[in-house]
């Protein structure tokens, strides 16, 4: 579990906050419009109302000992800007911002963050699975409940041909397919095929049985 605080409650901040709080992560949500942070309040750990414009908001709401601080608020410019300034000042060990265009990002790196994405819509379910799952290489969202994966070989897996794994009954994911060392992927996979450490799954199945599989829970 990670402690996650997400500065912005549009589209994107609200669909990344509640995500991440589904995948058992600990997430703050702050917001100055006291609406959009009453309509997410029962779906995450904190929302509190702020301006996170004023100097020492984010001192005073003690978020310095939080692991990640994302700040999607690339429609006001200077409240990306001054967000990110003070994630940095109050040490929050990684930032992540979100740009509007390619100028944007580029300031925003300057000023602090590790991290800047210029997401679509819907980025923010795609975001929250990489963020919360170490183990995911790329994701990519198919719907509210279920997503196509990249992931490292489970290391019970190694070794075992997906037979012997028995992957589709014990974890209830389907292996779509197989990149390996040298970058190919393979599509038709046969059930006698000896996963590799090396390789690279694509697995496909509901959101929360994938994330229990890369958390080594199932």
């Not at 996650?4 to 997430?27: Q, Y």
């Not at 978020?63 to 429609?75: G, K, L, Q, R, W």
């Not at 923010?124 to 990489?130: M, T």
Request: contains cysteine; hydrophobic residues 40%.
């Amino acid at each position: 579990m990670k402690q996650i605080v997400v500065i912005g409650c549009g589209r994107f901040g609200s669909s990344l906050a509640i995500t991440l709080e589904k995948l058992g992560n600990e997430v703050m949500v702050i917001d100055k419009d006291e609406e959009k942070i009453n309509s997410i309040s029962n779906k995450v750990t904190h929302a509190i109302i702020a301006d996170i414009r004023l100097e020492g908001t984010m001192q005073e709401l003690g978020v310095s000992n939080f692991d990640i601080c994302i700040i999607s608020t690339s429609s006001d410019y200077e409240t990306s800007i001054i967000a990110t300034v003070e994630a940095k000042k109050v040490g929050i060990a990684k930032i992540i911002s979100k740009a509007k265009d390619d100028t944007q990002a580029m300031v925003l790196k300057r000023v602090g963050a590790d991290r800047v994405v210029v997401p679509e819509k819907d980025m923010g379910v795609r975001l929250a699975n990489n963020i919360s799952n170490s183990n995911i290489i790329d994701s990519i969202n198919l719907s509210d409940e279920y997503s196509l994966v990249e992931i490292a070989p489970i290391p019970d897996w190694i070794g075992k041909s997906i037979l012997e794994a028995d992957i589709r009954k014990k974890h209830s994911v389907n292996i779509v397919a197989i990149k390996n060392t040298n970058s190919a992927l393979e599509i038709n996979i046969s059930s006698n095929y000896k996963i590799k450490k090396s390789d690279i799954l694509l697995v496909a199945g509901k959101n929360e049985t994938i994330s229990k599989l890369v958390a080594n829970e199932v």
